[in-house]
């Protein structure tokens, strides 16, 4: 059993989030797009503890909004069965008459869900805010008998919440932390006396005949009858021996690798602080759920809370492995491309806000005109895909392993190749003072012309970003971009100028060559290579030209000044090149292309217009 | 362990341990069918401790389901919440509740408490009807034409209403489609239209239907059937002689074709509901189906042997039972003549003797009087009334006795849904308000709203008013406002035996109605419905208790009466010889005889009253058959 759908209405910036939820789910976006908000109302709508939202929690965009008139705070939570994995017996009978039948989905045997809804608001009667967990019927009602939703119900999906604040001297010192429950699960009773010997000659060994301890204690039985307590003994101890307390310093001890010396977990910094904690949970829902939980059938909900937090890249991606062992349905919410790079693309739920309102969005399986049905002939299936078999693969390449930002980013520039990219990035705060990170806008490189991995998720349907395109203007380039555009399900008409061109048969290279002038080119080269450094490559070229010996073949005076300097940018590596000479022309204060300045100005339009 | 098959005789264990499939329990009168029951329900849960199923345990009456529910509680415990013990009706209502709108039944649907509201609710399709007649047509106007006259026509409701429960509790479900009403004859099918419609209109269920359309969701809707087969390991039935067609077929269904643990208990000679489509044949096919073993329980522990052999020989003469079925052996020996056998005059002289028979015993909570039919009963009343002898005659239909209580809850129905025109015609009739009035003033406003304002303009400054606009605006706080109306409208010093009766059920049913729901699961609407299916008159045992022989089954008196044994009367004059109806007629007999634990008066008449002067009267045919006259002095009693 695991949540297949949720809704969230009227929590924080939550008006009315629906997002299907997989076996494990990435979540992704900016800052501030609900992220924590949504794994928080998971956590309200499945803990019945005493912790509830508060007045703040509401959804609010006017200012004199008054929460106790509010529409209540809903999440709707769905239990789905597969057609491979039907409810048990168990769960039918635990959820009798709450379960539910979506016989559109699969008329031969329907197939089978719970709703439950958490539902939080003002009760004028009773003068206080209050909260209620209740089952919905098929038509989204509170079912008519027993609707409501016990503790037995909710040992099938116990939440385990892992928040990003991982203080590790709370995490030990406190009871109710999982290291805490883990400490209380530990038997000693049948060494009990044995424990209270050995305590006893402990304090022995340390206190007794020790002159200070003697005066200590002399001195002490002076309070003893000013206050007139009536007890026989007067003692110090180093240990405890009350049972209870016997445990109480348990902690976790770390050598440094560079050195003998043995640390407790809390004098480490906080990137193994952080890990310890991951592995303190691990061994929690190990070791200890299937006990608290009674519950054979029961799927855990583990929410995780930024896993990346001050921890370096591999761990991060081992962490990550950690997680994608842990048996249970998993939310995690990350920043960090470590970890977005190893999930399945399908996985991800994009958050994002607008005007104060999150949406989500994920990579559907498929096309939307498609209505999922079972028992279809499997070539419907496969026919109805959102992405083919080869785009994965493309999105794994180019997407995921190289460019996970773009998941990040309110909008993305694709260009051809990497000199553009480090031309716009160099040019970006030269000319707005702030990169184009801090825009929220990402320039990727395409490696040639491969830009529909990328349209394709960005596609309303799926992720829904706002892109650019920054291509050259061959004819037969801008047929191709055409046909990708249209092919990746877009209106070309209206996309079309979401491209900005090159001037027609330049590449980027002769473009800002062409716009500098020769002269200023010329310059930069002499500035970093040396004075002579044009002059010796002619020479050198000319010598090439001639070694050919074919026919027709060109001489040096066939080339012009600017297509010489092509020919040197291209030995010298252009990426390498354009990074030196973007630095020349922001040293120089030098004017930026009009055409790289107009996309500029269009992407950061975009971003200021939402 | 031990306390679940303890002091069981053979039989009982047998029946209540058995592990090998089907069984038909068949058992006599007194022969301990509930204990049975429920030790077998008790012995199940706690061999499957904590597993995670349930028992589906069927019965008759409320009174039975809760008395046995009890049992259960008392011998497992915590347990107990792993059987469902309740009617036919509560079952399906229960279900429909739940998944009715998967064949387009609403799940707020309401069930009204009286057939009266039945009635009503026909009548107002009929008026309906009669409208839309008159404004068209004339000549295929079927009501107009048949009656002409509206008053004739809702006097008839009644009877229209009682043929369309006995069809519908004879059709099944695929029965119920039309061609089964092809042959009635058109005005009743009209009938049977409106009232459907008008069933419709209001979103309420009648008792046929709450089976019925849950017979349509299981036999349509495989997966919530399979759902209920999944929960529902066990499933026993009470009573199983008493089934009907809609009954049958519910249980199988729920059984499917291959199940394996079905347990009925029954006695087809205590069949006494086939006017009601009970009949032997259902069990039977039951038994066949489910390819059932039997086990019969005859030692009898209620009645002494004279009694049991009356009844063995009494019951031999009915063809429609089980073949092997062996007679019931006392337990309990005649220390005396455990049956007098008296012969009258008259009735008016039978009344005299048996009423200071019965004041002689002075056993009067132990003693019974059972009679054929109810107005034989009336002379017994009047004479116990004159010898000052307390008694009880358990009402038939009325939950509530009293006007005032009947009020409060016909207001209660008004606030739940403010337009429900039936209960607010009762109300107008109990305060005397003009129906017509109220119902018409404005469309604007809710009915309740209409007869709030009118009542208000009426009898200015009542209290009454303030309350009802209150209690519409805080529906599920009903129980303080019953308190409220109930202050207003009944003094409390000055109350009757029925008010104190009707407030005492009242109470009592909110108490249960409060055991069985968590706080958050009470609403009016739930309250409502759980009064229909509250047990009626809950017996009294206080005085002499007069019943008719059909209201005498699963009761046990230590004196029975059983008056006016004539040919005629008991077996009924309709019943011909060797025709079902006769067999019936024995069958309640047997039934009747068997009340008795210790003493069992029998009487009959030489003579009876006609229009043409007196006439000799045969006694009883099932006298002789009972073959006591030979053994048994006779006596021609006088009385004293």
Not at chain 1, 96 to 104: A, R, S, T
Not at chain 1, 188 to 204: F, G, M, P, W
Request: aromatic share 12%; charged share 30%.
């Amino acid at each position: 059993m695991h949540i297949s759908k949720v809704e969230i209405y009227n929590f924080r910036s939550h008006k009315n989030t629906v997002v299907d939820l997989s076996e494990s789910n990435i979540l992704i976006g900016q800052n501030n797009s609900g992220k924590t908000a949504f794994l928080e109302a998971i956590n309200y709508a499945l803990n019945l503890s005493k912790n509830v939202p508060s007045e703040d929690d509401f959804f609010a965009i006017q200012d004199d909004f008054n929460p106790k008139v509010s529409d209540p705070i809903k999440i709707v939570l769905e239990l789905r069965e597969t057609v491979d994995e039907r409810f048990s017996d168990d769960v039918q009978y635990k959820f009798e008459n709450k379960i539910q039948y979506d016989e559109e989905i699969y008329p031969d045997d329907p197939i089978a869900y719970i709703k439950l809804c958490y539902e939080f608001k003002f009760d004028y009667e009773k003068g206080r805010y209050v909260d209620e967990r209740y089952f919905l019927d098929i038509n989204l009602q509170k079912i008519h008998k027993s609707p409501f939703v016990t503790r037995d119900h909710l040992s099938f999906i116990p939440c385990i919440f892992l928040a990003t604040l991982r203080d590790i001297n709370k995490e030990i010192k406190s009871k109710s932390s999982y290291w805490g429950k883990l400490k209380k699960s530990i038997d000693y009773k049948h060494k009990e006396v044995e424990i209270q010997n050995q305590i006893e000659i402990l304090n022995d060994l340390i206190l007794k005949d020790n002159e200070t301890v003697d005066t200590l204690i002399e001195k002490l039985k002076g309070f003893k009858t000013d206050v007139d307590i009536s007890s026989d003994s007067l003692e110090i101890k180093a240990f405890s021996n009350r049972n209870w307390e016997i445990l109480d310093g348990l902690n976790i001890y770390l050598k440094k690798s560079n050195c003998d010396l043995v640390l407790p977990i809390s004098k480490h910094g906080m990137g193994s602080q952080s890990i310890v904690t991951f592995y303190i949970f691990n061994a929690y829902l190990d070791l200890i759920l299937p006990k608290v939980v009674e519950n054979e059938d029961a799927t855990p909900i583990i929410c995780i809370e930024e896993p990346e937090a001050h921890v370096h890249p591999h761990a991060q991606r081992s962490i990550f492995q950690l997680i994608s062992q842990m048996s249970g349905q998993k939310l995690i919410s990350t920043h960090s491309p470590f970890v977005v790079d190893q999930a399945d693309i399908y996985d991800y739920v994009l958050l994002k806000n607008e005007d104060g309102i999150t949406t989500t969005k994920r990579i559907p399986q498929y096309q939307q005109s498609f209505k999922f049905r079972y028992g279809l002939p499997e070539a419907a299936y496969e026919s109805f895909k959102f992405l083919t078999r080869d785009e994965e693969l493309l999105i794994k390449r180019y997407v995921q392993y190289r460019n996970t930002e773009l998941f990040f980013s309110s909008i993305f520039i694709l260009c051809e190749g990497d000199t553009e990219k480090v031309l716009l990035e160099r040019f970006f705060p030269y000319y707005k003072s702030k990169t184009p990170g801090q825009f929220g806008i990402s320039v990727i490189s395409c490696g040639g012309q491969v830009y529909s991995p990328f349209l394709k998720i960005a596609n309303k349907d799926a992720l829904d970003l706002k892109w650019y395109i920054l291509s050259d203007a061959e004819s037969k380039t801008k047929h191709d971009l055409e046909h990708t555009i249209k092919k990746c399900g877009y209106d070309y008409d209206i996309f079309k100028n979401q491209i900005v061109y090159l001037p027609s048969g330049m590449d980027m290279e002769s473009y800002y060559i062409d716009f500098y002038g020769t002269t200023i080119v010329n310059d930069f080269i002499s500035n970093e290579f040396g004075h002579r450094t044009i002059e010796i490559f002619k020479i050198d070229l000319e010598k090439e030209l001639s070694d050919k010996k074919e026919e027709n073949a060109k001489s040096i005076d066939d080339f012009s000044e600017k297509q010489i300097l092509n020919k040197f940018i291209d030995r010298k590596g252009k990426v390498k090149f354009a990074e030196n000479f973007a630095s020349f022309v922001i040293e120089n204060e030098l004017e930026i292309p009009d055409i790289l300045k107009n996309l500029i100005d269009k992407a950061i339009e975009a971003v200021e217009n939402g | 362990m031990g306390k679940i098959l303890n002091g069981l005789n053979e039989r009982q264990f047998k029946a209540t341990t058995y592990d090998k499939g089907n069984l038909l329990v068949l058992a006599g009168p007194g022969a301990g069918k509930t204990t049975v029951l429920s030790r077998r329900i008790s012995h199940i849960l706690n061999k499957s401790k904590g597993e995670h199923f349930k028992l589906l345990a069927l019965t008759f009456t409320n009174k039975a389901a809760n008395e046995m529910k009890e049992r259960i509680e008392e011998l497992v415990g915590d347990e107990a919440k792993r059987v469902f013990v309740g009617t036919y009706h509560s079952f399906c209502h229960d279900l429909l509740r739940s998944y009715g709108d998967y064949i387009g039944i609403p799940s707020n649907f309401v069930i009204y408490d009286s057939t009266e509201d039945y009635i009503q609710l026909l009548n107002g399709g009929i008026r309906k009807q009669l409208e839309k007649e008159l404004a068209g047509d004339i000549s295929s106007a079927i009501l107009y034409n048949k009656y002409k006259d509206t008053m004739i026509i809702e006097e008839s409701a009644p009877t229209y209403y009682y043929k369309i429960q006995t069809l519908k509790n004879k059709l099944s479900f695929e029965e119920r489609a039309q061609t089964h009403l092809k042959m009635m004859p058109d005005d009743f099918k009209l009938m049977y239209e409106i009232y459907n419609d008008e069933l419709k209109i209001s979103s309420v269920l009648d008792f046929p239907d709450i089976i019925f359309y849950t017979n349509k969701l299981l036999s349509e809707k495989p997966f919530i059937l399979r759902q209920v087969q999944r929960i529902y390991k066990y499933i026993l039935i009470d009573e199983g002689q008493d089934t009907n067609k809609s009954q049958f077929e519910l249980i199988t269904n729920l059984c499917g074709d291959n199940f394996n643990n079905l347990f009925i208990v029954a006695d087809e000679d205590q069949l006494i509901f086939e006017w009601n489509n009970a009949k032997f044949e259902y069990l039977d096919s039951l038994v066949k189906k489910y390819n059932s073993k039997t086990i019969q329980l005859y030692e009898t522990y209620r009645c002494p042997s004279q009694i049991l052999n009356a009844a063995n020989n009494l019951i031999k003469h009915n063809k429609h039972r089980i073949k092997s079925k062996e007679d019931l052996i006392p337990t309990k020996e005649s220390t005396q003549q455990s049956i007098e056998m008296n012969c009258f005059e008259n009735q008016d002289e039978e009344a005299i003797f048996v009423c200071n028979k019965i004041k002689d015993l002075n056993h009067y909570d132990e003693t019974c009087v059972i009679s054929r039919n109810r107005y034989i009963l009336e002379k017994i009343q009047d004479e116990l009334g004159r010898l000052s002898v307390p008694f009880y005659v358990p009402m038939g239909q009325d939950r509530y006795i009293t006007r005032e209580m009947n009020l409060i809850i016909n207001l209660m129905r008004l606030i739940f849904n403010e337009d429900d025109k039936i209960h607010l015609y009762y109300i107008c009739e109990y305060l005397n308000l003009d129906y017509s009035y109220v119902l018409n003033k404005d469309d604007e406003k809710t009915l309740l709203q209409n007869f709030i304002d009118s009542y208000a303009k009426l009898y200015a400054e009542k209290p009454i008013v303030d309350v009802l606009n209150k209690f519409k605006s805080e529906k599920n706080e009903f129980y303080n406002y019953y308190a409220m109306l109930k202050d207003i409208l009944i003094e409390s010093d000055n109350l009757d035996d029925d008010l104190s009766e009707d407030i005492e059920l009242f109470e009592e049913t909110y108490t249960h109605y409060c055991r069985d729901r968590k706080n958050e699961e009470r609403d009016l609407r739930d309250f409502l419905n759980y009064i229909s299916f509250y047990p009626r008159n809950t017996t009294q045992n206080k005085g002499v208790t007069l019943l008719t022989a059909h209201a005498s089954k699963g009761l046990e008196f230590g004196y029975v009466f059983l008056i006016s044994m004539n040919q005629g009367i008991y077996p009924d004059f309709r019943a011909k010889k060797g025709s079902r109806a006769l067999e019936e007629e024995r069958r309640n007999c047997y039934v009747s005889i068997t009340r008795a634990k210790e003493k069992l008066y029998i009487s009959y008449t030489k003579f009876k009253q006609t229009k043409y002067g007196l006439r000799t009267h045969d006694p009883s045919q099932f006298v002789e058959e009972m073959k006591i006259i030979s053994n048994s002095n006779v006596q021609n009693a006088s009385p004293s």
